[in-house]
């Protein structure tokens, strides 16, 4: 809108007593109620990848138990001589034997779960100040 199109708008209506602060009261409200949605649809999406990251986990170790995964990994911290001396034979072993499944889906539910808690504190941050800056 042009700057005199407002001007002689403004000037030729008079608004109600007290309009603006309702007006303002009312856009407040509204900021409120959204930064509440946002907080809360981000504490329910943590959640939820945190259940699921907990689910995966707990699989991820049975067949990393399973697999004999982790006892491959500790010949490198017991035994490093023989891994040296077959070293060829030892990497196919741990590649064939390695829950890739399990952790690629443990690596992106813990991304997820990162991503939704940053979401969240950045949501809280906009919503408390400074105390929610903190969070982030």
């Known amino acids: 809108m042009s700057q005199n199109l407002q001007k002689i708008l403004v000037s030729s209506c008079t608004a109600p007593a007290g309009l603006e602060k309702r007006i ?4 407040e409200k509204a900021v409120q109620r959204r930064a509440n949605e946002r907080i809360a649809t981000g504490s329910a999406v943590s959640v939820f ?3 699921i990251l907990v689910a995966v986990g ?13 006892q491959y990994l ?5 035994n490093s001589g023989a ?3 077959n070293w060829q034979d030892f990497g196919w ?5 390695a829950p890739i499944t399990g952790l690629a889906l443990c690596l992106g539910m813990t ?3 990162i991503a ?3 979401w969240t504190g950045k949501a809280l941050g906009n919503f408390v100040g400074a105390a929610g800056r903190l969070a982030v």
Do not use: W
């Open 24 to 27: 303002m009261i009312r856009v």
């Open 49 to 51: 990848f945190a259940v």
């Open 58 to 70: 707990r699989e991820t170790s049975a067949e990393i138990a399973a697999s004999g995964f982790g």
């Open 74 to 78: 500790s010949l490198v911290f017991s």
């Open 83 to 85: 891994i040296l001396s």
């Open 93 to 97: 072993t741990v590649i064939e034997s």
């Open 111 to 113: 991304g997820m779960f």
């Open 116 to 118: 939704a808690l940053r």
